[in-house]
Structures are given as C-alpha cells and as structure tokens.
C-alpha cells in the first residue's frame, strides 16, 4: 500500500485525516514539531481503529521534527527510504493558523508557513516527491459582499496568516509551471474547520489560549470559561453577526482522501479547490444551536469589531463536488454534538 507523508498530522485537522488514510490502508509517516498539538492525538487513533486492525501500529510512523529544519524532513524520507515505503505524497498541514496570532507575530507566520514549505519542496525535489495536497485557506480570497467565494474569486489576502497561505500557493503554483514539469499539486481552500471524531477520542485540542470560536464554544459550556465575547453587532449580515461557513472536521478529512485519489490518477496539475459547505452561519446562530443540541447555556456580550475580520466567508463548492466527487455529509447540528461529546470525554484536553 501506498506510503503518505502528513506534515502536521498530530493536529486538529492533520489527525482527523490521519484516521481516514488509515482506514483505507495507507501507510502514514507523521513530522511534526507538537508546537500546537500532541501525539497523544496518534495514540488515540490507534485505539480507534484497533479494533479494526490489529496491525494499525505498524502502518504508522511518528517522527518528531520542525519543517523550518531542512534535516529535519530529510530523516524522514531517509527512514522511509530504508523502510522500503517510499514516500509517494505529501500532505502538508504544518504550519501556524491563527489569524489573529499573525497580526500580532507576521515573522513567526512567514518563518513557519513560508520558509517550512520551501524547506519541504526542496527535500520533495531531491528525494522525487512530486505529489502534494497543500492545506490553503479561505482566507487569500477579497471578501467584500455576501457572495459565495469560488476559486476565480480575487485573492486578496487581509491579514498576515492568509499572505503566507496566498505566497505558498504562488511558490507551488511557480514550481507546476516549470517546463515538463511532473508536479501534481493540489491546493484545499479550507472554510472554517471545527467538530470532532463521533468517538469523543480526537477533537480540536489548542494549547493555551483558543482564539477561535468554536473551541470558546465548547470551554464556556464545559465551565473553562465564562463567556463569548462576539465580535460585532453590526456587520452587514441578517442579524448584524459574522457569518461563516462551518464544515466539519470529519468532511474536510474525507475531501483530503477524494483529493489525493484525484491528484495520484490525474496528470501533472496545480489546482486551487474550496472544502466548505457552502451554508452560512451566523455567530449567533451558532450559538443558539449549540444550546439547543446540547442542552446547555452559553452566556454572551458583544465587543467591537476583531482587526482582520470580514461580514462574511461561505464557500462556493461546485468544483470540489464535480472533480473530487466529494460532498459534505454533515451538518451545523453534528458538529455541535461531535465538539460538545469531544469536549465532554476530555475536559482538560490531552
Ligand atoms: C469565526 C467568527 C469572528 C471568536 C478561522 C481560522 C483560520 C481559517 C478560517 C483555515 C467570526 C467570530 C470569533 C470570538 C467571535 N481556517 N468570533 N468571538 O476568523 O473565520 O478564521 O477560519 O484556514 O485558520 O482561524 O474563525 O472562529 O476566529 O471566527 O465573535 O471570540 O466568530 O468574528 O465572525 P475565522 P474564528
């Protein structure tokens, strides 16, 4: 079977995906650094899936390592090389994702995200790698009305996190472009990732301080915090609150197993492709619909405006349903009930 890299994997995102790679018999090699996760995240999948297979240890390989050491990510390609599971393609999650992180720390966001990538497609090159799925974001598109936003959108970036996703679709995009050149390259414009596994065992775990909403989400209803703090009452959106477009967890790592089927079986491309759901929803309503799900109370207050915020991010994603013949299956309800029953088995997180 064939053998992936997941830079990143022990993460939010990264995990969820791991699972599925794994459920379909891919050998998986991991890099990651845990600055924002922990491997604890692995050995829960293992009890996931070992019921299925008693042998899951075997097809997974953890290697701690920072993408913004060069060495670092030849290691892993040199033990995989020497384990005979040559690396066939790379998933890349590594990388830092808060955007209001990056207002605050840019040379942090441009070292990680922009020097890591280029540190990776240099290994990829010396070791013939050619194969990438890169984790992008909705957030390089300009977002001015209500619309929802397809790949031809303009890509204006407004704040630093989403310059260092635009800048490494551009360096991806340069290297596709080369003459000749047999680099299949995909990159999945993610909405807004939240939820968790239906098992309760993974789910989005920040470390420290959560900047996003859906984890305040599931701290104010646990009692880890006392309330949420909305950004803005009075955004050109129904009811005056930030709309986003909430796709859970468990699709988008099912649009990454649909994309790496699309990239190992087409020619040599670079393609830019949404995952979201294209349904909106409001702040408010998001609330609303945790408490009712839950049965629980979420105490609120408005506050001004966040910088690098927009009225609105909702996904146009006709092209991810035509070329990856990939759909969301689930709903603004599950990913309240999946967050709040991952919340719930693991109050202090892992
Ligand atoms: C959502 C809404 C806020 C916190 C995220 C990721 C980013 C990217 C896009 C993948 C907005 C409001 C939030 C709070 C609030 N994902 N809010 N009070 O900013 O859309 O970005 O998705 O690339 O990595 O960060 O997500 O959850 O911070 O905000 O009112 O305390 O909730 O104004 O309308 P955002 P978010």
Redesign the pocket.
Known sequence: MKSILVTGGTGFIGSHTCLVLLEKGYNIFILDSFINSSSQSIEKIILILNEIDKDINRKIHLIKGDIKNQSDIENVFHISNKLNKKIEAVIHFAGL???SDSVLNPITYWENNVSGTINLCKVMEKYKCKNILFSS???VYKSESNKLLSEDNICEPYNP?GYTKFTVERILSDISNRELSEWRIVCLR????VGAHKSGYIGENPLGKA????P?LTRVAIGKQSK?????SDWPTYDG??V?DYIHVMDLAEGHLSAMNYLLKEKPQFKAINLGTGIGTS?LEFIRTFEKVNNVEIPFSFRDR?KG?KAF?VADNSLAKSLLNWTPKRNIEDICRDGWNWQKNNPYGF
């Open positions: 994702k808060s955007v974001s909705a957030t996190y993610y909405f807004n990732p900047n996003n909403i859906y305040q949420i703090y909305i950004f803005g609150t930030g986003r702040v966040r915020d991010l």
